[in-house]
């Protein structure tokens, strides 16, 4: 059986990951199990700007939370937006600058989640065309 509980202990600051593959072998009535996991860095990028980049992002319904200390806040302006998620609280807004082009509250975050969504608090998510991968 096998059970994964947060992080190994040795994958450090790594959250991310793509798994490979998985290799089974049955010898003498025992499987045998390998697993092949490659560790990823996650990027959001507008208009061939970087406006984020990790490897400890929390995927929470498709979208990859980046820590806000990942951010490159140069491009990021706070906007008057706000929106309700009944299960995670209120959502507040940024717009994205790059090059003098704006898109308007495509990146958001929850200042104060509820308590079900705690995992996101200090993680910024994009929308609107911002690529994320």
Known sequence: MLNVR??????GDFANFILIGIITDRRD????????????????????????ESDDTVVLEGNH???????????????????????????SY????VNGDVNKDAAWYYPNPKEAALNIKDR??????????
């Open 124 to 133: 910024i998510a994009f929308w609107k065309g911002v690529v994320v991968e």
């Open 6 to 11: 947060g992080r190994p202990s040795d994958a």
């Open 94 to 97: 940024h717009d994205i600058i």
């Open 65 to 91: 939370y980046f820590p806000a200390n990942s951010i490159n806040s140069a491009y990021f302006r706070e906007s008057a937006t706000h929106t309700t998620c009944p299960w995670k609280g209120e959502a």
């Open 29 to 52: 009535n025992y499987y045998f199990i390998g697993i092949v996991i490659m560790l990823c860095t996650m990027k959001a990028t507008w208009h061939g700007a970087t406006l984020a």
